[in-house]
């Protein structure tokens, strides 16, 4: 939660989230988080797979669906996808599928991991973020490149940094190390591992 309200608040700074949004839709939304922080804006929308983060997003008011077919006939001032792109097999098709979901003048505003952080580039297939459930990578460049061919506007920046607890990195770098106790011991500092983009459909 802190996160995403430190998203929001950048997205404002930048005056790339408009005030008066009644509808928004967030792709693999989880528990219900990112939408969380959006109280104000009355239609909220996510889609999700588990029954558990299902029953958590209608316990926060924000409706729900597990199939994308079911969203056909709506339309949405706001579609957002964090951490999702890059594990879809034809992430052209799901660009595509976005727009045709926004009304005009809509945005959407998507995080992936920075592939083009000096660590990525040094550890290549070694990098922490580099695995299986990846299906496509993207540095700033090739996400303006490929958002460009879909909206308009395309603007990108790092994300403010997360924090996290040293079980969260044994997770993805020492996974025999993993303890719950762990949990409970946060790093001093967040880190930035990826990109924001913002981007319109032209009215």
Same mark, same amino acid.
């Given at each position: !939660?802190?996160? #995403?309200?430190?998203?929001?608040?950048?997205?404002?700074?930048?005056?790339?989230?408009?005030? @008066?949004?009644?509808? =928004? %839709?967030?792709?693999?939304?989880?528990?219900?988080?990112? %939408?969380?922080?959006?109280?104000?804006?009355?239609?909220? $929308?996510?889609?999700?797979?588990?029954?558990?983060?299902?029953?958590?997003?209608?316990?926060?008011?924000?409706?729900? /669906?597990?199939?994308?077919?079911?969203?056909?006939?709506? +339309?949405?001032? %706001?579609?957002?996808? #964090?951490?999702?792109?890059?594990?879809?097999?034809? &992430?052209?098709?799901?660009?595509?599928? =976005?727009?045709?979901?926004?009304?005009?003048?809509?945005?959407?505003?998507?995080?992936?991991?920075?592939?083009? *952080?000096?660590?990525?580039?040094?550890?290549? /297939?070694? $990098?922490?973020?580099?695995?299986?459930?990846?299906?496509?990578?993207?540095? @700033?460049?090739?996400?303006?490149?490929?958002?460009?061919?879909? #909206?308009?506007?395309?603007?990108? #920046?790092?994300? &403010?940094? !997360?924090?996290?607890? %040293?079980?969260?990195?044994? *997770?993805?770098?020492?996974? +025999?190390?993993?303890?719950?106790?762990?949990?409970?011991?946060?790093? &001093?500092?967040?880190?930035?591992?990826?990109?924001?983009?913002?981007?319109?459909?032209?009215?």
């Amino acid at each position: !939660m802190r996160y #995403f309200a430190e998203v929001k608040a950048e997205l404002q700074k930048r005056r790339l989230a408009r005030s @008066g949004n009644e509808s =928004m %839709l967030d792709l693999g939304a989880g528990d219900g988080d990112w %939408l969380a922080v959006w109280p104000e804006i009355r239609f909220r $929308y996510g889609t999700e797979m588990h029954p558990t983060l299902i029953q958590r997003m209608r316990e926060r008011g924000i409706s729900s /669906t597990s199939a994308l077919e079911s969203l056909v006939d709506q +339309r949405f001032e %706001l579609i957002s996808a #964090f951490d999702f792109l890059e594990h879809v097999e034809e &992430p052209e098709q799901l660009l595509q599928w =976005m727009r045709d979901r926004l009304v005009d003048g809509g945005s959407v505003i998507i995080g992936v991991p920075d592939m083009g *952080k000096w660590a990525a580039r040094l550890f290549g /297939t070694r $990098y922490y973020l580099y695995c299986p459930m990846h299906y496509s990578y993207f540095t @700033g460049n090739s996400l303006r490149l490929l958002l460009s061919r879909y #909206f308009s506007q395309v603007q990108i #920046f790092r994300s &403010p940094p !997360m924090r996290t607890t %040293l079980n969260a990195v044994a *997770k993805w770098i020492f996974p +025999r190390l993993q303890n719950a106790a762990l949990d409970k011991a946060w790093l &001093p500092m967040g880190y930035c591992a990826s990109l924001i983009a913002v981007a319109q459909k032209p009215s």
